[in-house]
């Protein structure tokens, strides 16, 4: 079946620092990729789309400047938090889409949770 | 008004008994509906999908669509501890992006 792997699954960094949360599709060609935050108790928000060699697509109100985005091959993106805050903290799942599975082929990473501190 | 409302619970049953999940969409254009599954710290895994209206069953899931009420419900025969987790119904836009419902934290007691 369609495998998603991110990495890492956990990550602490000190306020002011970038971190970069890598999504890897391990078995298919992952034609779009989508990167979700998700507070706790609620439920996951997307924040933008990202299609292989072309700009991600932000939700609005998520700055483009602080979550890049980078979705250089069929098999991978990165989400890297610039210049991270507390507010930042987060648990940060990405999705991609080309695997089979169920109707749009949707698998999800198993997720990164930041602790800004 | 939210594509997908869902009731975030908390819930709590019984080991061994009937659960019953559901959702509303507001969106007749929806199609196909999904729920997924997420344990604590983890991503969503994909339980069921179904199109259209009906019910679909899959071991001791169930899951059913009625789209003149636009409500979906995913029901859990036998609940088992392990059956302990976030359920999350989606339906795919015309984007190609899921709504998701907030989720509901279910919790079966042994």
């Known amino acids: 079946g369609a495998v998603v792997s991110q990495h890492p699954s956990r990550v602490i960094c000190k306020s002011g620092t970038s971190v970069k949360i890598e999504c890897r599709s391990l078995?298919?060609?992952?034609?779009?990729m989508f990167w979700y935050r998700q507070f706790p108790k609620q439920s996951l928000m997307l924040m933008a789309t990202s299609n292989e060699g072309s700009k991600a697509t932000y939700e609005q109100g998520v700055e483009k400047d602080k979550f890049l985005i980078n979705h250089a091959s069929l098999t991978l993106s990165t989400l890297t938090v610039t210049s991270a805050h507390p507010e930042d903290s987060s648990f940060y799942i990405c999705?991609?889409?080309?695997?089979?599975?169920?109707?749009?082929?949707?698998?999800f990473g198993s997720g990164t949770r930041l602790t800004v501190v | 008004q939210k594509e997908v409302e869902q009731d975030p619970g908390p819930l709590s049953v019984p080991e061994g008994a009937i659960v019953s999940l559901n959702c509303t969409y507001s969106?007749?254009?929806?199609?196909?509906f999904m729920w997924y599954r997420q344990y604590s710290r983890k991503g969503p895994e994909l339980l069921m999908y179904t199109y259209s209206s009906g019910n679909k069953e899959d071991g001791r899931f169930t899951a059913q669509v009625d789209k003149s009420s636009k409500y979906i419900s995913l029901f859990i025969r036998d609940s088992q501890p392990s059956d302990s987790a976030t359920y999350l119904c989606a339906s795919p836009t015309g984007a190609n992006n899921l709504f998701f419902g907030t989720g509901t934290r279910l919790t079966v007691i042994p």
């Open positions: 969106n007749s254009a929806f199609q196909y």
């Open positions: 999705s991609a889409r080309g695997g089979s599975g169920s109707p749009y082929g949707y698998t």
């Open positions: 078995d298919f060609q992952a034609t779009t």
